[in-house]
């Protein structure tokens, strides 16, 4: 946790939930290990919903479609999300999730690696919701910017690495040391490119906010 426990647990005592079946999907998660924006990235993310009005959102990483459902049920009327998911065993638990919540018609999964659908994925998106593997990042900015429409925000989830990403590289272990490096690299690029102005938040685990100029 990044930020001191009880100030998140006061923040988080004025959550008013979300709909039952929202409420109820993360619950499974949870107990299923899969991980899911957290509650005060939630907040964040119904607050963007509600002043951007995206019409077309892209995300990148679905995982079992909590996140695709919340923006589905909080961004505007008749809004449309194209979310993105490579691991076999949550596409099939994501599309049955957004069947049971019957927004089949309003999210369309698109299975397999970021890495390959991005490039070859065309149409402007007023909302890109960054959520996959963070080493990636960095990588996948090219094709976002792309992507992403004039007046577009790019939001990007645990961008400070459960705190990781402050410390000194010999402070991480080896394994998150590629991560540790590439998210510094993110970070500075999303905050000197001539075409973002972006926002580093301390909210969750770390969150950015991006407006393309
Ligand atoms: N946005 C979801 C959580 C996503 S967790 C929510 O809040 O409900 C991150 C997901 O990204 C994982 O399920 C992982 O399998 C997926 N992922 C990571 N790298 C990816 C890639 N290169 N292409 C597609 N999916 C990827
Ligand atoms: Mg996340």
Known sequence: MIVDERMVAFINSFDKGNTPFLDNLEREALAAEVPIIRKETQRLMKFLLTVHRPAEILEVGAAIGFSALFMSQYGPEGCHITTIEKYEKRISLARENFKRAGRQQQITLLAGDAVDILKEL????????????????????????????????????????????????????????TIHARMREYLYELTHHPRLETCILPVGDGVTLSVKI
């Open 122 to 177: 065309k149409g402007s998106y007023d909302l890109i919701f960054m959520d996959a593997a963070k080493g990636q990042y960095i990588h996948f900015l090219p094709d976002i910017l792309r992507l992403l429409s004039e007046g577009g925000l790019l939001v990007s989830d645990n961008v400070l690495q459960d705190g990781d990403v402050v410390e000194s590289r010999f402070a991480v272990t080896r394994r998150n040391r």
